[in-house]
C-alpha cells in the first residue's frame, strides 16, 4: 500500500517532457518513458513510470510509483479520473533557521517576512498557488528564491539557512536548538487549508488500503469539531 501526504516520503526524479506529448503531461497524469528518456502520458498498453507532481519550462517531477490514494491540500490541480473526500484540515506556518534569529524574537507582518528569502513548492503545485494568493491579498510579489517538489524538501532547506519556508506544524519535532528550525509567528496567521483524500475512480484497493482510508474517513471532524 503506498499513499502520498503532500509530498511527504515520496521519491521525485525530474525529467524532460516529450515535445509531442506537452499538452498532455499537466499535474496528475500518469507517464511512461519514452525511448530518449523523456516522459510522455502513459499509453494503456505501456507500464508507467510514476505521476506528474509539477510541470515547469519543459520539466517534469515526477513522483516514483502509483499511490493507492492521495492526501492533498485544497486547490491542487487534480483529473477528473480522481474522487474526492474532505478529512481534515492543516495549519501551515513559516520557519526559518538560525541564521535568521531576529524573526522569532517577536511577531512579525508578511510584508516584513517577504523581505527574506522564500522557499516554496515548484509553481503549479496547491501550495505554491496557496502562497501566490496570499502574498497577492497583501500587495506583495511572490517570487520563491528556492523552489523544492515536496514539503518534506522545505525542512532541509531551511535548516541549512537558505530562506523561510512554510510548513504543517505538525511536521516540527523537537525543540528549534536540536532540530535548527524555528517557527516564525505572524501577525496575522495562515488560513488553515481543507485536507482531502484523491482516489482512482477505477482502481479497486487492496485490503490495507481500504482499512486506512476507513480509519482516515472515521477520524474525519465533524461540522463544530475541532
Known amino acids: 500500500m503506498k499513499v502520498s501526504y503532500e509530498g511527504v516520503a ?26 530518449n528518456g523523456t516522459v510522455k502520458a502513459c499509453p494503456a498498453s505501456t507500464a508507467p513510470a510514476g505521476v506528474v507532481l509539477g510541470v515547469k519550462d519543459g520539466l517534469a517531477a515526477v513522483q516514483n510509483g502509483l499511490a493507492d490514494f ?14 474526492a473526500q474532505k478529512i481534515d ?30 522557499i516554496s513548492l515548484i509553481e503549479g503545485t496547491s501550495s505554491h498557488d496557496f502562497y501566490a494568493e496570499l502574498f ?14 515536496t514539503t518534506a524538501q522545505v525542512l532541509p532547506v ?12 505538525e511536521m516540527l519535532f523537537g525543540s528549534p536548538e536540536e532540530s535548527g528550525i ?14 482531502y483524500l484523491y482516489q482512482r475512480k477505477t482502481q479497486p ?5 481500504k482499512r486506512l482510508r476507513q480509519m482516515l474517513l472515521d477520524n474525519t471532524p465533524q461540522p463544530g469539531e475541532k
Do not use: M, W
Open 10 to 35: 515520496e521519491q521525485v526524479a525530474t525529467f524532460q517532457v516529450d515535445g509531442a506529448s506537452n499538452p498532455a503531461v499537466q499535474v496528475g497524469t500518469v507517464v511512461a518513458l519514452s525511448g
Open 70 to 83: 492521495a492526501i492533498l491540500a485544497k486547490g491542487a490541480s487534480v483529473p477528473d479520473s480522481l474522487s
Open 89 to 118: 484540515e492543516i495549519q501551515e506556518i513559516p520557519i526559518c533557521g538560525s541564521a535568521f534569529p531576529e524573526l522569532t524574537k517577536e511577531t512579525v507582518s508578511l510584508q516584513k517576512l517577504a523581505e527574506y528569502p522564500i
Open 136 to 149: 497577492l491579498r497583501h500587495d506583495l510579489a511572490f517570487a520563491p528564491d528556492v523552489e523544492v517538489e
Open 158 to 169: 531551511v535548516q541549512s539557512n537558505l530562506g523561510v519556508g512554510f510548513v504543517p506544524h
Open 182 to 195: 524555528y517557527p516564525v509567528t505572524l501577525t496575522e496567521p495562515i488560513a488553515p487549508r481543507e485536507l
Open 205 to 209: 484497493l487492496s485490503v490495507a488500503a
